[in-house]
Each structure stands twice: as structure tokens, then as C-alpha cells.
């Protein structure tokens, strides 16, 4: 491990790399990237505990493990130093403990914890009888200031899935810094669209687990037509596949082809001179990458296990979409399934509930096999984990003691889906809110649900 590495979570240990002086055989070794870390307490402890709350438990009650693994993992490739690291917490803030809420869970009880782990706790109390605080304008605040900062930070960690810091995302963008946002819960896609990295569920859970992110081989497989053995030109294969993987690591949804093909011909200019090495297309030279989970269409690739698959590719042609769910596909990402397999989805959800301990990657990785293998529904472990939000938020939890039927997934499911569009300002009409009803199986409007 280089040095860079085994300190880049000096923060915690009150080194400064970049205040040493380079031999001139280190030269060339990177100084670790200067991070704030500023994370929006209550919205992400909240929306871990409506989908798991061993992970929201693990998050809040010992993060200095984690902190470790996110300083050189799940980011980018280079170690970095938690120049600021704060916490923007309710102390007076609670989550029920079960359902018959009778028991509470305060957050204040996790301050010792975030302080240990060299976390500056700024307290900030509801300020309106609903419970508001004013966490997001003390983080806008900070990061105002923190850009105008004589020491220049090179990356801003969010650590929050609340759509309103858009605008902060556009300013730093602005400032030529880096962005990555951390958030178990919905994003929009304006919000994700400004982001260099999103640390999504998945990749929170195995930070929390202490996984480093999965790599994959350096070069293409030795079964690969190669130009040149030695030389330029397996530098630039190398390259290639390093920025290839790259870009595919850090997206947030599906990527254009032709467009990272630009962009591979300008950082690799030898890669499409040599016919993409060898392999005659753009489209063959990264599927001979082998990335996990790597799916691809004519224009677009993605990944199986993190992205819902785009419109104009997706393996389920949707035939007569009614245009309330062709406005929600497009403004909030709503999975691209079939109308006869949501019912299917939602009993197979349910028999999960029965029949398993609730773990939320469990849960979809489970159902998208038992609907592939015994309905021959072939749904996209990303849009199973979008319905398993859904349901999780909409109250009917598959880590509830007695499993939640069917019928109640796919109401809860469906009123999550009218408050988020809500949220967002999507005017749906009564006409509208039965058709998205019928398109998902359910009786319309859900009355008593």
C-alpha cells in the first residue's frame, strides 16, 4: 500500500501529507483528495430505517469504521483526507422503534459515536410545529463558505437524498469541484445528474459492511485479439479499459454509447485508429471488458444490478403505455414492467416476506430470480429494489412480524408513487390516478388502503 494510502484518513490522526516535502523519487505519487464530508443527518438515518434498520443502526452508532472504507473506496481511485467532516442532527429527533410505537428511537443517543469518529455534530432543532429543521440551509450555508476557503477543496460529499440542494450541486459544479452524493433513499434525476459519484443503497450497505468496492481484471481477458504485446499501444488498451471501467463505475443510470465513445476516442485517440483493437466496434471492445452485471442495447449500456434499463432499450418492450405512466417513467424513473407481471411482483415480494428474514439486497436480488425462474418475468434487480422502496416507505414493511399480502404491497407501492410525484410537483388528475392504478393490477383509487 502507498503512503498516500495509509494515511488518507488523516482527518482522524491530524496528519497533513500535503504539508510534507516529495523526494524526487515520490513525485509522482498522488496527494490524497481533499474532502468535506456534510451529512444531512435525519434524511439519511430516516431513509435507512425505512429499509433496514440494521444498516440505519450500523451507520449511526459506530461510524468510524465506515468513514475508513468511504475515505478510499466507493468514491474514486484515489485516497482521500476528511478535511471537514460534519453532522447536521435533530437532537430531539425520533424514530419509532416497532409499529405500535411504543417505544422510541432518539437520535441523540448517536452523538457520542459521530463525535469519536472526529465528526463536528452541529445541532439543529425543529424549527416549525411539523418538525422541520434547518439542516439543509446550515449545509448550503457551509458550502458557500467552504468554497471560499483558502484551502481549495477538490471534492463535496452530500450526504443526502433531498432534491432542494440541486442548486447547491449546480454552484459547486460551477466551481469546478467534485460531487458525490451518498443517499439510500429516491433521488431525482436533475439532482443525480450533477453528481461525479452517487453512493446509492447498495453500495452504503457494503460501505457499512466494510467491502471495498468489486474490481475487475486490468486488461481484457487473454482470449482478447491484441495489437501489440508491448508497447504505446497496450498502454493505450490499458487506458481504455481503466477509463472505461471508470465511467461505468461512477454512473448513476444508463450510459449513451455513442457518446462514450466520444469521449474514449479523445482520451485514447490510438483506440478507435486501431478499429477499437481489433474488435471492430466501440460496442465489442467494452463488452470485452467483462464488467459485472453489463447489459447493453443498441445505443445504451448499463449495469443489470444498479440501473433500471433506458426506455428505447429495454428488453421489456412496453406496449400501450397510458400516457399518466409514460410521464412517470420519464419523471421519476418508474420501473419499465410489463402490466401483467406487477401483480407477479408483488406476490413474489410478499412469499420473500414469509418465508425469509428481511434483507433488503436479499429481497431483490430473491424475487427477480423467483420471477425470472418460475413466471418467466424477466425484471431488472434495480426496478425490483425501486417497488421494495416503495412499499417500505409506503407502510408495508417486509420486515413487519406479520408479512404484508400482495394487495397491501402494491397499495403501498402505489400511494408512494402518487407522494412522491407530489413531492415533485406532478399534478395528477382522478382519471390519472385510476389509470396508474389499473396499470399496476390494483383496484382504483385504493380506497382504505
Not at 55 to 65: E, I, N, T
Not at 82 to 87: F, G, M, N, Q, T
Not at 212 to 223: L, V, Y
Amino acid at each position: 500500500m502507498s503512503q498516500c494510502s495509509t494515511i488518507s484518513h488523516g482527518y482522524l490522526s491530524g496528519r497533513n501529507l500535503a504539508s510534507r516535502q516529495l523526494s524526487p523519487s515520490n513525485r509522482s505519487i498522488s496527494l490524497p483528495t481533499k474532502t468535506a464530508l456534510l451529512i444531512d443527518f435525519d434524511n439519511v438515518f430516516i431513509s435507512l430505517w425505512d429499509l433496514d434498520r440494521d444498516a440505519a443502526l450500523r451507520f449511526a452508532s459506530d461510524p468510524s469504521d465506515w468513514l475508513q472504507v468511504l475515505a478510499n473506496t466507493h468514491l474514486n481511485g484515489e485516497p482521500r483526507r476528511w478535511l471537514v467532516a460534519r453532522c447536521y442532527l435533530n437532537p430531539a429527533g425520533f424514530v419509532y422503534a416497532a409499529a405500535d410505537r411504543k417505544e422510541r428511537v432518539y437520535f441523540s443517543r448517536f452523538r457520542p459515536g459521530l463525535v469519536r469518529a472526529g465528526f463536528e455534530v452541529i445541532d439543529c432543532p425543529a424549527v416549525t410545529r411539523q418538525g422541520k429543521n434547518a439542516a439543509d440551509i446550515r449545509i448550503v450555508l457551509d458550502v458557500l463558505d467552504l468554497l471560499a476557503h483558502h484551502t481549495r477543496f477538490d471534492e463535496f460529499v452530500i450526504a443526502s437524498g433531498d432534491a432542494d440542494f440541486t442548486p447547491l450541486l449546480q454552484r459547486i459544479r460551477a466551481e469546478d469541484r467534485r460531487i458525490a452524493i451518498m443517499s439510500p433513499s429516491y433521488l431525482a434525476s436533475a439532482y443525480t445528474a450533477l453528481a461525479d459519484r452517487i453512493v446509492d443503497f447498495d453500495a452504503l450497505v457494503s460501505i457499512l459492511n466494510g467491502e471495498a468496492e468489486e474490481t475487475t481484471p486490468d486488461a481484457f481477458d487473454s482470449g482478447s485479439k491484441q495489437i501489440a504485446p508491448v508497447g504505446q499501444e497496450q498502454d493505450e488498451e490499458t487506458r481504455f479499459a481503466d477509463f472505461i471501467r471508470r465511467r461505468y463505475d461512477e454512473a448513476s443510470g444508463p450510459l449513451s454509447l455513442a457518446a462514450l465513445a466520444v469521449e474514449a476516442a479523445r482520451i485514447c485517440p490510438s483506440a478507435k485508429r486501431s478499429n477499437w483493437f481489433g474488435r471492430k466496434t466501440f460496442s465489442a471492445a467494452v463488452v470485452g471488458l467483462k464488467l459485472q452485471h453489463l447489459r447493453t442495447s443498441n445505443h445504451h449500456l448499463w449495469d443489470d444490478e444498479r440501473h433500471q434499463p433506458p426506455v428505447a432499450a429495454s428488453d421489456v418492450q412496453v406496449a400501450n403505455v397510458p400516457e399518466t405512466v409514460a410521464l412517470f417513467m420519464r419523471a421519476l424513473d418508474f420501473p419499465r414492467i410489463e402490466q401483467k407481471d406487477w401483480p407477479i411482483l408483488f406476490r413474489s415480494l410478499s412469499s420473500y416476506a414469509t418465508d425469509n428474514t428481511f434483507n433488503f439486497t436479499e429481497a431483490t436480488r430473491w424475487t427477480r430470480d423467483e420471477m425470472a425462474e418460475r413466471h418467466g418475468a424477466k425484471v431488472a434487480r434495480g426496478s425490483v429494489a425501486y417497488v421494495v422502496r416503495g412499499c417500505q416507505f409506503g407502510g408495508a414493511r417486509l420486515d413487519a412480524e406479520i408479512a404484508p399480502s400482495a394487495d397491501q404491497i402494491g397499495n403501498a407501492f402505489y400511494n408512494a408513487l402518487l407522494d412522491r410525484a407530489a413531492s415533485l410537483g406532478i399534478q395528477v388528475s382522478p382519471e390519472s390516478e385510476v389509470s396508474i392504478a389499473d396499470w399496476l393490477g390494483l383496484e382504483p383509487l385504493n380506497e382504505g388502503s
